[in-house]
Nanobody, 126 residues
Framework: QVQLVESGGGLVQAGDSLRLSCAAS????????MGWFRQPPGKDREFVAA?????????SYADSAKGRFTISRDNAKNTVYLQMNRLKPEDTAVYYC??????????????????WGQGTQVTVSS
């Protein structure tokens, strides 16, 4: 079973950038499709971005992330990244990485993911 650990969160100002990392244990990481979700204070968890398994050729983004966030993966390092640029106060949330196995395509629904990290806090001040 793959386990996930996020890092890279913190307190930044509006307009700044952050790169979140999600390190996976286990030898089957490349066979997992991966995604990032976030949970703003007092709100439900929401989809941010997803990347396909293996080479990560396919990617999907929430409208709020398009043009500002980039998801990528490095299978040699067992890591998936979320580069976040031009951050806004409304990006403040706990960010979670997640993985799914055995399904084709890019998944945007949290319940379809099999494994989750513990989350990392991102706070954007205005």
């Amino acid at each position: 079973q793959v386990q996930l650990v996020e890092s890279g969160g913190g307190l930044v100002q509006a307009g700044d950038s952050l790169r979140l990392s999600c390190a996976a244990s286990g030898r089957t990481f490349s066979s997992y499709g991966m995604g990032w979700f976030r949970q703003p204070p007092g709100k439900d968890r929401e989809f941010v971005a997803a990347i396909s398994r293996w080479s990560g050729t396919d990617r999907s983004y929430a409208d709020s992330a398009k043009g500002r966030f980039t998801i990528s993966r490095d299978n040699a390092k067992n890591t998936v990244y979320l580069q976040m640029n031009r951050l806004k106060p409304e990006d403040t949330a706990v960010y979670y990485c997640a993985g799914y196995h055995g399904l084709q395509g890019l998944l945007r629904t949290a319940s379809e993911y099999d494994i989750w990290g513990q989350g990392t806090q991102v706070t954007v001040s205005s």
